[in-house]
């Protein structure tokens, strides 16, 4: 018997979710529209959590803090395949960013450290766990800038 696939290309969100201003999901298994349909509809937001999420993609975070602007808390622990180009995007698009959690983001260079001290100067917190692209020395220049 084949299976009927079910394509999901509008997601609609009840109008009184889109004042969300707080949205965690981890641990959980997130495709990219799900990240655009928050982007798309929860424009107020000011906390995301995708910590240990499977499916995080480039596309997907990029849309998001994209469209996102008040965004103070990001946390993407675990979520290793974050490029340095979104991290670039990350820190374009997310002035306001006070927190911002890359454990075990394994692409996250010095570079991108560069990026965010230039661009979020409101940035309290920064956890680089085990981020093995880093360096000591580059920890610490960071928090020069």
Same mark, same amino acid.
């Given at each position: 018997?084949?299976?009927?696939? %079910?394509?999901?290309?509008?997601?609609?969100?009840?109008? #009184?979710?889109?004042?969300?201003?707080? @949205?965690?999901?981890?641990?959980?298994?997130?495709?990219?529209?799900?990240?655009?349909? @928050?982007?798309?509809?929860?424009?107020?937001? %000011?906390?995301?959590?995708?910590?240990?999420?499977?499916?995080?993609?480039?596309?997907? @975070?990029?849309?998001? %803090?994209?469209?996102?602007?008040?965004?103070?808390?990001?946390?993407? @622990?675990?979520?290793?395949?974050?490029?340095?180009?979104?991290?670039?995007?990350?820190?374009?698009?997310?002035? #306001?960013?006070?927190?911002?959690?890359?454990?075990?983001?394994?692409? %996250?260079?010095? #570079?991108?450290?560069?990026? /965010?001290?230039?661009?979020?100067?409101?940035?309290?917190?920064?956890? /680089?766990?085990?981020?093995?692209?880093?360096?000591?020395?580059?920890?610490?220049? #960071? /928090?020069?800038?």
């Amino acid at each position: 018997m084949p299976h009927n696939n %079910v394509h999901i290309h509008n997601v609609s969100i009840p109008e #009184n979710l889109k004042q969300l201003r707080i @949205i965690r999901i981890d641990g959980v298994r997130v495709f990219d529209f799900i990240l655009q349909t @928050i982007g798309t509809n929860c424009k107020l937001l %000011v906390e995301l959590g995708l910590s240990k999420c499977v499916g995080v993609t480039n596309r997907g @975070i990029v849309h998001v %803090v994209s469209a996102c602007g008040y965004l103070k808390m990001l946390d993407l @622990i675990c979520c290793r395949f974050i490029s340095h180009a979104t991290m670039s995007t990350i820190a374009g698009c997310c002035p #306001n960013l006070v927190c911002l959690k890359l454990e075990c983001c394994d692409m %996250v260079t010095e #570079n991108c450290l560069y990026q /965010l001290g230039l661009n979020c100067s409101l940035l309290e917190e920064l956890d /680089l766990t085990d981020c093995s692209s880093v360096d000591d020395i580059g920890k610490v220049w #960071n /928090l020069y800038l």
